[in-house]
């Protein structure tokens, strides 16, 4: 059984930063394109940040230079680092697996973590 749990959300100030994990169990990580997502209340799920299974990586426009994913195989564990923070920023962040290229498209996923709660203070 494949399983996504996050960690590392938290409460900072503006400007701030902040690591998000992403342990995956049941698979290793190497075979999954790997993607952030984060959501307003209210709101839709927006991708965030995307890293294939070589590497590549695909960020949202509203991010771009903001923040970073990697992943670390040995881990089986998918980061993402979040600098500058800023008060819209303030979501919950979800980590989600897919089988194959999926880009920023959350349908395209098949699993995903219950997510990690971001709150941005200015």
């Known amino acids: 059984q494949v399983q996504l749990v996050e960690s590392g959300g938290g409460s900072v100030q503006a400007g701030g930063s902040l690591r998000l994990s992403c342990t995956v169990s049941?698979?290793?990580?190497?075979?999954?394109?790997m993607g952030w997502f984060r959501q307003y209340p209210g709101k839709e799920r927006e991708g965030v940040a995307h890293?294939?299974?070589?590497?590549?990586?695909l960020y949202a426009d509203s991010v771009k230079g903001q923040f970073t994913i990697s992943q670390d195989n040995a881990k089986n564990t998918v980061y993402l680092q979040m600098n500058s923070l800023k008060p819209e920023d303030t979501a919950m962040y979800y980590c989600?697996?897919?089988?194959?290229?999926?880009?920023?498209?959350?349908?395209?996923?098949?699993?995903w973590g219950q997510g990690t709660q971001v709150t941005v203070s200015s």
């Open positions: 989600a697996a897919a089988w194959g290229w999926a880009g920023l498209n959350s349908a395209a996923y098949t699993y």
């Open positions: 049941g698979v290793t990580i190497s075979k999954f394109f």
């Open positions: 890293i294939s299974t070589g590497g590549t990586t």
